[in-house]
């Protein structure tokens, strides 16, 4: 019996999916899938999907599967469909545990390895292992060498939804393990939404506990071009359709979800978000505010937050003549 790489294996070992996704990271990469290659753990099975690269990345994933001679699942998308799309394929009959990997991070070499150990003392209840991570630069520079020292989390395990839903915990998304009944159970991915991992995660809260491993298993890369710098004014569209499917869970967080609906939607506004008045005509049928009917009549009417800057600054600037000695 072998993996994906050739590599033996106790038959004891239960198979995990590794699983790549790949969009315009050319230059990074083939260090990603060494990283894979080189894991201390087996069996592995590695499964790639390239979202329609416009640089040269399926030329090198291609190359790298040749030169290593690998058997490895790599699907290339003929247009870009979205990160929420390619997770979607990629959990496609996945092994009984799976990781997922952005196409530009690295993992430590017995990160598989330690991190499946640890799960396989947990019972049904936890649906998924995470760890800290380091972070590099654009040239696999040291940035930070603990993500919950830089981000000021601290790490939590068990029942963790409420305090992830009020934004006072969070874990970073490269360093999860997932038993992949998860899925099974929550649903696939929403393709209507730029982002997804806190959407998926929220889900995931709703039903399974968490744990916590104490190790760095990736080495995540800080690009100035990442999906998450540049999601752009659909975050306020995706933060909204998020909250509203947490409503229900406790009248306690209901009020909670309802005032964050509120303020993406007014934030949307002073954005000068195009679908703004959507936005806040939903927050308005969820949680009536004054000042939410007032922006929404101030977009129906094409009276944009930069026409609002200027009449400000022009009546305190008449304030400040009228009341001159």
């Not at 590099?136 to 040291?142: H, L, N, Q, S, V």
């Not at 978000?273 to 505010?289: D, G, H, N, T, W």
Request: hydrophobic share 40%; proline share 3%; charged share 25%.
């Amino acid at each position: 019996m072998s993996d994906f790489r050739g590599r033996s294996f106790d038959p004891r070992n239960k198979l995990i999916t590794v699983a790549v996704a790949s969009y315009n990271n050319a230059s990074f990469v083939e260090s990603t899938l060494d990283s894979i290659y080189n894991q201390s753990y087996a069996p592995i099975e590695l499964k790639i999907v390239d979202d329609a690269s416009s640089d040269n990345s399926v030329l090198v994933i291609k190359e790298w599967i040749k030169k290593r001679g690998v058997e490895v699942q790599f699907t290339i998308n003929d247009r870009n469909r979205g990160i929420c799309y390619v997770c979607n394929l990629l959990i496609e009959q996945a092994a009984f545990y799976l990781v997922f990997i952005g196409s530009d991070d690295e993992m430590e070499v017995d990160r598989v390895e330690r991190q499946l150990l640890y799960f396989e003392t947990l019972d049904k209840e936890y649906g998924l292992v995470y760890t800290d991570v380091s972070t590099i630069d654009e040239i696999g520079r040291p940035v930070s060498a603990s993500w919950f020292k830089l981000s000021g989390f601290e790490p939590l395990e068990g029942d963790v939804f409420e305090p992830f839903l009020r934004e006072k915990f969070r874990f970073p998304a490269p360093s999860i393990i997932y038993r992949s009944e998860v899925f099974r159970t929550v649903g696939e991915y929403d393709e209507r939404l730029k982002t997804e991992d806190i959407d998926m995660h929220l889900r995931i809260l709703r039903h399974y506990k968490v744990a916590y491993c104490p190790m760095v298993s990736v080495r995540y890369r800080v690009l100035s071009q990442s999906l998450s710098r540049n999601v752009g004014p659909r975050l306020f569209q995706d933060r909204i359709t998020i909250y509203r499917k947490c409503l229900g869970f406790s009248e306690n967080l209901d009020e909670y979800i309802k005032l964050k609906i509120v303020g993406w939607a007014q934030r949307s506004y002073y954005a000068d978000y195009a679908e703004c008045k959507a936005l806040l005509f939903q927050s308005i049928r969820v949680r009536f505010s004054i000042k939410s009917f007032l922006l929404l009549l101030l977009a129906w009417c094409r009276v944009r937050p930069i026409h609002l800057v200027k009449w400000i600054g022009l009546k305190n600037k008449m304030k400040s003549t009228l009341s001159l000695p």
